[in-house]
């Protein structure tokens, strides 16, 4: 299972690369960075989204792949910085 993980890290990241100014792009890559436990790239593709336009604060608190991330200061920080802060 971790080997499909990394199958869909290097698509999501080759579709990151064809098109950077999409949003969903880089929630996609964020959520493949959650899977391979890399915390510091989830954050950094996550915030990527949220500046190119993601809004859909349901879709972000749904997504299982950040469930465990969620309490981390570095996540919540994120989603405070963009006002997307949830109990």
Avoid at 8 to 36: F, G, I, K, M, W
Wanted: proline fraction near 2%; hydrophobic fraction near 40%.
């Amino acid at each position: 299972q971790n080997k499909e993980f990394y199958k869909a890290l290097y698509c999501d990241r080759l579709l990151a690369l064809l098109q950077p100014e999409n949003a969903y792009s880089h929630l996609r890559l964020a959520r493949s960075y959650a899977r391979t436990n890399t915390l510091n790239k989830l954050i950094q593709h996550l915030d990527l989204a949220l500046q190119l336009g993601l809004e859909d604060k349901e879709l972000l608190r749904q997504t299982k792949e950040f469930h465990p991330y969620m309490k981390k200061d570095t996540f919540k920080e994120l989603l405070l910085k963009y006002e997307m802060v949830w109990e």
